[in-house]
């Protein structure tokens, strides 16, 4: 499996706070990606980067954004959290260089649930 | 702009039987990708089969195999000897392989199956 985590795993906050979610690879590559899993949607681009400070708008970005300071961490901020929301948070990774060969498979983190009462 | 749909929410497939799970797509590209994932209860979202728009040859990974359908935009996933850790949700996704395109997936709507001992 390739190495991504997410913290924290869940999470229960309330109406108007802030959220930050986590996303971290070990595996050096290149595009990092939010989704939002929500029920009859499928999973939705929240935001993405493309290198280190670079990033841009995916299909549902209002009320988030995003930073990427190092290759390794992807921060996705809620910040004034909705009920609307309320989802699971998946974290991706792709585009890796191994001698030479490029390979562009998506993978996904473990997910974060998050709560907004 | 591209949109994926899987018309069947729940599906239901007899142990050992098979079942053939249905996607269609959009788009006026001419070079993309087709996935399948899985996605379990415990949440972690994974690969199951992956299809190149310009390989006419179905792709196949042991007990599953599609069949592609360009000039219909059709992309089915047929899971053959069913067995009770196949159920799952699944969800059939494209991505774009236009030169600078980000990698970012397209997801539909996913597809329960339940497997029945």
Redesign the interface.
């Known amino acids: 499996d390739a190495g991504i985590t997410q913290s924290p795993r869940h999470k229960v906050t309330e109406t108007g706070t802030p959220v930050t979610l986590r996303c971290h690879q070990t595996e050096n590559h290149r595009?990092m990606?939010w989704?939002r899993q929500d029920p009859?949607?499928?999973?939705?681009?929240i935001h993405?980067s493309?290198g280190v400070k670079d990033t841009?708008k995916?299909e549902v970005s209002d009320g988030y954004s995003v930073s990427r300071s190092k290759t390794e961490d992807f921060l996705l901020t809620l910040e004034s959290a909705t009920s609307s929301q309320t989802s699971?948070y998946?974290c991706?990774i792709?585009?890796s260089r191994l001698a030479g060969v490029i390979s562009?498979?998506?993978?996904?983190g473990?997910?974060t649930r998050l709560t907004v009462t | 702009a591209q949109t994926?749909t899987?018309s069947q929410p729940e599906m239901s497939v007899q142990e050992a039987e098979t079942v053939t799970l249905s996607c269609t797509y959009d788009t006026s590209e001419s070079d993309y990708?087709l996935f399948w994932y899985k996605q379990p209860p415990?949440?972690?979202?994974i690969?199951v089969i992956?299809q190149e728009a310009y390989k006419q040859q179905n792709a196949t990974e042991n007990r599953f195999s599609v069949n592609f359908q360009k000039a219909a935009k059709s992309f089915s996933l047929k899971i053959s000897d069913s067995q009770l850790g196949d159920a799952a949700m699944y969800?059939c996704a494209y991505?774009s392989a236009r030169s600078g395109n980000?990698?970012?997936?397209?997801?539909?709507?996913?597809t329960t199956l339940q497997v029945k001992p």
């Open positions: 595009y990606y989704y009859g949607h499928g999973l939705r681009l993405y493309y841009d995916g699971v998946f991706a792709s585009e562009y498979e998506q993978y996904f473990p997910g | 994926v899987q990708y415990s949440r972690q979202m690969l992956r969800f991505r980000t990698g970012k997936l397209i997801f539909g709507q996913g």
